[in-house]
């Protein structure tokens, strides 16, 4: 199963991104005895580091990870850009619907975005206003009409299953 893993050297030219959800997707289909995911994750991640990347989770302080959460954001710290993630989070920041283009592609869109950068640091509820705030006029009266004009009051778990649903009526 090891060698299934894709492998991270660390280069520049690499996605760190694309690392970790091929390594999640490969670590969600193994099982050993027992083991939870995040323990199977832990415990294999290392396996997947080569050259770089590998020297960079050798030296990291014994005890100074316990979670998988821990080490994915260390290790985003690490090898996504700190010019790289100012300029993801100003694309977040100014997302908005293109000229003509439907709902449904719009939120996709933006799913594809927090999916190339996991690391985004916005709340759900930011996330949510940024998809609103970036609607085209009509679509934003479509949605606040559907939601009796209280759509921004809403939970952003409500909101965001709120777009899910109409996005997916708008194909």
């Known amino acids: 199963m090891i060698h299934m893993l894709s492998v991270f050297r660390g ?8 690392h970790i959800r091929e390594f999640e997707d490969i670590c969600g289909t193994m099982k050993y005895n027992q083991m939870t995911e995040e323990s199977l994750k832990l415990k294999l991640f290392h396996f997947s580091l080569k050259e770089k990347a590998k020297t ?5 302080q014994s005890g100074s990870i316990s979670t998988w959460e821990e080490l994915a954001e260390a ?6 850009s700190k010019q790289k993630t100012a300029t993801m989070r100003q ?10 283009e439907m709902l449904f592609i719009y939120f996709e ?28 006029y009509s679509n934003k009266t479509m ?10 009051s809403k939970t ?8 899910e649903e109409v996005a997916e009526n708008t194909l």
């Open 75 to 80: 290790y985003y710290r690490k090898f996504y």
């Open 11 to 18: 280069f520049a030219n690499e996605n760190p991104c694309q």
């Open 56 to 60: 960079w989770l050798l030296s990291l």
């Open 156 to 163: 952003a778990d409500d909101a965001w299953q709120f777009f």
């Open 109 to 136: 869109r933006f799913k594809d975005l927090l999916l190339e950068h996991p690391h985004h640091g916005f709340e759900k509820i930011c996330l949510i206003q940024i998809l609103y705030e970036g609607l085209d």
């Open 91 to 100: 694309a977040l920041n100014t997302f908005h619907q293109l000229q003509g």
């Open 143 to 152: 949605i606040e009409s559907l939601y009796n004009g209280t759509f921004i």
